[in-house]
C-alpha cells in the first residue's frame, strides 16, 4: 500500500478510502425504535467528545490522504452548540469535493439559512412515516408536521439533492413504501429505501425483515422501475426513476446484497474513534493520539492502520451473526 506516495488510502482489498463520515454527537432528540432500546445507554461526557478544531485538524489530514467526501452525522447533529459555524469551517476545507448533512429534520428550520450559507446543499433526512401518529410511534416525538415543513421549505430553497431515507420496518411502515415512492413522482426528492439492521440491540426482532426484493414488489406497484446511472459521489444505493416521475428511488441492501466490496468509507465517532465498519464493534482509537501532542504524520499513520485493518465484508445476515453492540446514535449512521 503506497497511500503516502498517491495521497489515497487503499485497504488490502484495494479498495480505495475517500470517504469519511463524522458524528459530531451521540445525543440525539428522538428515541426511534430501530436505533435505541427502552434501556438507557451511557451518554459521552463533555470532555470525551471531540472539539470542533480536533475534528477539523483530522480531516485536514484525511484530505492529504484523499479524503474528498465528508457527512456529518450524530446521533442528532443539529443538537449540537455551534453546529452551523462548525459547518462552515469544515466546508473551506480545501480538497474536499462534497459535504452533506444527515438530520432528522425536527431542528432542521431553524437552521436551514445557516447550513445553506456554510455551502451545504446535499441533505439527507430521515424519515419512516408520513402518518404523525405513527411517527410519534417510531421516534418518540410528535413532529412530523415540523419535519415535513422543514423538507419542503429546503425544497423552496433549493437544496439538491434531498434525500429521504426510509427504514422498512415490517408490520410497521410496509404500507406506506408506495406512498413513499409516490412522492417522487410530483417532488424532486430522492427517496431511499434501506432494509433494517439490527444494531445495538433495539427492540424490534431481527428475525423479521423487509429485504430489497419484497420493497422493490411495493414500489414497482406505483410504476415501472427505470435504473439512473450512478455518478462518482454516491453511495450504495441502487438508484431507479418511477417512469416520468420528478424524482427517484433508491434500495439500500446492507443485509441482502452486500455492498462490501465497494464500500469507500470510514467512520469518526463522537468520541474519536475510527469505525471502519458500520457493522462491526472494531475501532482504531485516534483521540489519545490527538491530544497527546502527535504531529499529523501520527495521526496519518492511523488512518493508514484503519485502512490495513479494515475487513472485506461484514456477517450480518450470515447464519446467525449479531450485529454491533453499540446503539445507532453513539455509531453515526
Known sequence: MNDKAHGTLVDRYNRTLNYLRISVTDKCNLRCIYCVSHEPYPKLSHSDILRYEEILRLVRVGVRLGINKIRVTGGEPL????ITDFLERLTAVPGLDDVSLTTNGILLSDHLSQIRRAGITRLNISLDSMKPERFRAITGHD?????????????????????????????????ELADFARLTLTLPLHVRFIEYMPIGHPELDPRRNLLTPDIRNIIET?????????DRLDGPARRFRIRGAL???????????????????IRL???GRLRLCLLSDETLSIA???RSGADDEALAALFR????????KHALGQGTAPGPHDVMASIGG
Not at 305 to 312: D, L, N, S, V, Y
Open 222 to 230: 406505483v410504476g415501472p422501475l427505470d435504473p439512473v446511472v450512478s
Open 79 to 82: 443538537v449540537r452548540r455551534g
Open 269 to 271: 465517532t463522537a468520541d
Open 247 to 265: 424524482g427517484e428511488v433508491g434500495l439500500i441492501s446492507p443485509v441482502s446484497d452486500h455492498f462490501c466490496k465497494t464500500c469507500n468509507r
Open 143 to 175: 413532529g412530523f408536521d415540523r419535519v415535513w415543513a422543514a423538507i419542503m421549505q429546503a425544497l423552496d430553497m433549493g437544496f439538491s439533492p434531498i434525500k429521504i431515507n426510509v427504514v422498512a420496518l415490517p408490520g410497521i411502515n410496509e404500507d
Open 288 to 290: 489519545p493520539v490527538l
Open 305 to 312: 492502520t484503519a485502512a490495513r485493518i479494515k475487513h472485506e
